[in-house]
């Protein structure tokens, strides 16, 4: 049910990290929106979440919000995504708040929050810098190959798990990460 009379504080999303799920935009149409950014992103309160209508993603102001496409990409340049109030997590640079997730399949490296309900402890957990870090050598680790060329007896696609797996599970740094696996 849309309630378009909930109202949360304004400062209820500084400092936040928050996974939206992407939903159609019929839902919204008839809605009038409760805060419009200087951006054009429309925002839309019910009590059990918001409703974010925007052309832009990820990080925002002092918040980091991911959309989650529910299906293939669409055309639309505006995105509507939904999330629970209970979806935002508090964010900051300094905590070890973030950990790192990868899909092999996808071929897709991204971070959540350790407030996460499916956080098993098992994946180190780092602040935002270190994880900005750790996600951008992971993803060139599945994206490039010149890294490779040191390995040549070994499959890449091997290798690529086994040193993407030692980036999210270990405190190892990069270049101690391919020497074992070098040798």
Not at 108 to 132: C, G, I, M, W
Not at 144 to 168: G, H
Not at 169 to 180: S, V
Request: hydrophobic share 30%.
């Amino acid at each position: 049910m849309l309630v378009n009379q909930f109202k949360p504080s304004s400062k209820s999303f500084k400092n936040t990290f928050c996974i939206f799920t992407e939903i159609h935009t019929k839902t919204v149409e008839h809605l009038v929106p409760n805060h419009k950014s200087e951006s054009g992103s429309e925002y839309f309160y019910t009590e059990a979440g918001m409703y974010r209508l925007s052309n832009h993603w990820g990080r925002l102001a002092n918040s980091k919000w991911r959309l989650v496409a529910s299906e293939p990409e669409s055309t639309s340049k505006n995105k509507l995504g939904f999330a629970r109030w209970e979806d935002f997590y508090p964010d900051n640079n300094f905590e070890k708040l973030y950990y790192l997730e990868a899909n092999f399949e996808k071929q897709t490296v991204t971070y959540q929050h350790k407030r996460n309900p499916n956080f098993d402890n098992k994946p180190v957990l780092r602040n935002a810098l270190e994880t900005a870090k750790r996600i951008k050598q992971a993803r060139n680790i599945l994206t490039l190959t010149s890294w490779a060329k040191y390995f040549s007896n070994q499959n890449i696609d091997n290798l690529r798990k086994e040193i993407i797996n030692e980036l999210i599970f270990t405190d190892k740094n990069l270049e101690e990460i391919k020497r074992n696996c070098h040798e």
